[in-house]
């Protein structure tokens, strides 16, 4: 089993940026992806990018210009940067860590991000 705690959620202002972090804890990561999900309010969840062990990150397309996914194995965390947040990036953020050859799949409680002024 892979526990996973969102930390660094919360309401910023428009054009702001933001770092949310997640750990994972209760077994090795090695070999797991990691990644981002969002999900806002209407809204079905959506993915926003992963990253292997090895590092390789891979976006959606709404996410190439402003979001940054990055790791750290040795703190077994993961890291998602977002620029220039807009009101649409409102939404429960949701750390996720997969097995990209089998079925092992596990996801965080999620995190609150609000944009607003």
């Known amino acids: 089993q892979v526990q996973l705690v969102e930390s660094g959620g919360g309401l910023v202002q428009p054009g702001e940026s933001l770092r949310l972090t997640c750990t994972a804890s209760?077994?090795?990561?090695?070999?797991?992806?990691m990644g981002w999900y969002r999900q806002s309010p209407g809204k079905e969840r959506e993915w926003i990018a992963s990253?292997?062990?090895?590092?390789?990150?891979t976006y959606s397309n709404f996410a190439l210009d402003r979001f940054t996914i990055s790791r750290v194995n040795a703190k077994n965390s993961v890291y998602l940067h977002i620029d220039r947040l807009q009101p649409e990036d409102t939404a429960v953020y949701y750390c996720?860590?997969?097995?990209?050859?089998?079925?092992?799949?596990?996801w965080g409680p999620g995190i609150q991000v609000t944009v607003s002024t």
């Open positions: 990253i292997s062990s090895g590092y390789t990150p």
């Open positions: 996720n860590v997969a097995d990209p050859t089998g079925p092992d799949n596990y």
């Open positions: 209760g077994r090795s990561l090695d070999g797991l992806s």
